[in-house]
């Protein structure tokens, strides 16, 4: 399946890669929230557009063909660089950093208002696409990595925007099938819940290698 790279990518051009990108990416994150949220005048938001088109311009000089897909690299770390959740070059994404313990993972994270459904709080796509992840690392966590082939979501309150927590973990493994659990909590306790199926994609199963993770 295309997307999926393996490269020689060292460990200091990875390292080069993000200072590079990833200062541009925070800044587009924040000017999402500005978009939401300033209220300076005509004036004041068509010379910020004059600054944004010279940026597009510069930066359309030299644009890679397709999406960034999943970088394996043979002597650094894996690059889902472009992914909606852990991309560190996508400014969609909040981004969540996910830590990986022996029986769980875990991410610390804040959502601004670019993520906002009903007043105050994150939408439910947002809840779902965050728990899509956490579930599908802990699935690759644990050895047995798959795409999502069912995910349900319980919204038991109004999760609010700004800090929470999201983790997930591995219930059971039937073969090439992943059953993983997860939630997002705020201070006050669980806003959502989640339950998916995690499946080892056929033309994965019969590979020589098979891939450590699916984004
Ligand atoms: C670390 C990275 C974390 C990444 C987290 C993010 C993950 C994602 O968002 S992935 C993107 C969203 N998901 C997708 O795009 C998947 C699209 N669907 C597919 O590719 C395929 O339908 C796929 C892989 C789910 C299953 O297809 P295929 O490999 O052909 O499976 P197939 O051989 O037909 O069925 C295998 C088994 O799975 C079951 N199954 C198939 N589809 C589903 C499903 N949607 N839900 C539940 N079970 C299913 C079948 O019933 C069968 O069960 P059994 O062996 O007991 O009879």
């Known amino acids: 399946m295309s997307g999926y790279q393996v490269d020689d990518a060292t460990v200091e051009e990875i390292e080069t890669e993000r200072a590079t990108y990833e200062p541009i990416t925070e800044a587009t ?6 978009c939401i949220r300033s209220q300076v005048d005509a004036a004041s938001t068509a010379r910020a557009l004059e600054h944004l088109q010279a940026a597009i311009d510069v930066l359309s000089q030299d644009v890679a063909e397709g999406p960034y897909g999943l ?3 043979r002597q650094g770390p894996t690059r889902p660089w472009g992914n909606a959740v852990v991309g560190v070059r996508n400014p969609v994404a909040p981004p969540l950093k996910v830590v990986h313990e022996t029986d769980h993972v875990w991410s610390d994270f804040e959502l601004s208002s670019a993520y ?3 007043p105050s709080l994150v939408h ?8 899509d992840q956490l579930l ?4 690759a966590a644990a050895g047995s990595p798959g795409m999502t082939g069912t995910l349900t ?3 038991r309150r109004g999760t609010p925007l700004g800090a929470l927590r999201a983790e997930a973990r591995v219930e059971r493994t039937e073969g090439y099938k992943t059953f993983a659990v997860g939630q997002i909590c705020d ?3 669980v806003c959502v819940e989640a339950e998916g199926v995690f499946i080892l994609p056929r033309w994965a199963r ?4 098979q891939p450590e993770r699916f984004e």
Do not use: F
């Open 29 to 34: 994150r924040r000017l999402a929230d500005l």
């Open 71 to 73: 970088r394996h690299s």
């Open 116 to 118: 906002e459904g009903p």
């Open 124 to 131: 439910g796509g947002v809840s779902a696409l965050i728990l």
């Open 136 to 139: 599908g690392e802990a699935a």
């Open 153 to 155: 979501v319980r919204y």
């Open 187 to 189: 201070a006050e306790g």
């Open 206 to 209: 019969s590979e020589q290698e």
